[in-house]
Each structure stands twice: as structure tokens, then as C-alpha cells.
């Protein structure tokens, strides 16, 4: 079920415009400074935590003990922010260095109360927080809970 979702997901945010990388995330932005195996802006995916609780039986399915996941996703969305957005700074220049907002929002258009597949139910957002970093890629992960049933 779990793989299901993720790829669901990377189904849905891989035709964002200008999104360069989609992909599970296996720590391409850590220990990889200054050249992640990435492409910039991108979102990472994955599965912050899953709690199980018993739902009953079913003799005919496999395994028959069937259980209800909630938890939640994790996405890394970054860019490589090259620029400032100071006040004195070129429109151009400033419309680069606020562009994640807009990639923030474009994921979120596009998974806010979708159903990612399977048993799964709607991505809810929960959590939004900065990644501090020191190499000048700008990085938030956005938090969305979502249920699954029979797995």
C-alpha cells in the first residue's frame, strides 16, 4: 500500500511546471553538499510515520488480520536559492528568490484532499516548518496525514 501512495504521488506532482525532480526520498540532500544528486526546484517524498490499529478478520484476504493505518507524509520541497529578495534588489532577482512559495503552493493545489490510491483517504496538510541549512539550498517540509484501510 505504501508504495502505491508514494508513487501515486510522485505521479501527481511530476507535471508541475518547472519541477526538475520527484522522487522518494533517500537523502539526496544530506551529506552531499554542494552537489546533491538532484535537480532544483524539487519535492521529495516520504513516509514520516505510520501507527497501526486492529480492524478485525478477513478469512478470505492475506494476511486475514486486517488493520487501519493513520500518519503522515513528509515532502521536501527546495531550490537552490542563488539570490537575495532585499528590497533594493532587481524584480527579476526577487522573483527567483520568493519562486518556492509558488512551488510550495502548486503541490499543495495539487494534493490538499486527493485521494493517492488504493485504500488510502484524503492528504490533509498538518505541518509546515523550515529546514535550516547552510549551503544555499532553501528546503520546508510540509506534513499531510492520511488514513489507510485493510492493509
Known amino acids: 500500500m505504501s508504495k502505491i501512495v508514494l508513487k501515486n504521488i510522485q505521479d501527481i506532482l511530476t507535471p508541475i511546471p518547472g519541477m526538475r525532480y520527484v522522487d522518494e526520498d533517500w537523502g539526496q540532500l544530506d551529506d552531499y553538499s554542494p552537489n546533491p544528486p538532484t535537480q532544483f526546484p524539487l519535492t521529495l517524498i516520504d513516509i514520516g510515520n505510520l501507527q497501526y490499529s486492529d480492524i478485525g478478520k478477513d478469512r478470505t484476504a492475506t494476511p486475514q488480520n486486517r488493520q487501519m493505518a493513520t500518519g503522515t507524509i513528509v515532502l521536501s520541497i527546495a531550490n537552490l536559492r542563488l539570490t537575495n529578495s532585499s528590497g533594493r534588489a532587481p524584480q527579476n532577482q526577487k522573483d ?32 509546515m516548518r523550515k529546514v535550516k541549512r547552510d549551503d544555499g539550498i532553501q528546503e520546508y517540509e510540509v506534513t499531510y496525514t492520511i488514513g489507510m484501510t485493510n492493509v
Open 96 to 127: 527567483l528568490a520568493w519562486s518556492i512559495w509558488d512551488i510550495i503552493e502548486s503541490v499543495h493545489g495539487k494534493l490538499h484532499g486527493v485521494v493517492v490510491g488504493g485504500t488510502a483517504g484524503a492528504m490533509m496538510r498538518t505541518n
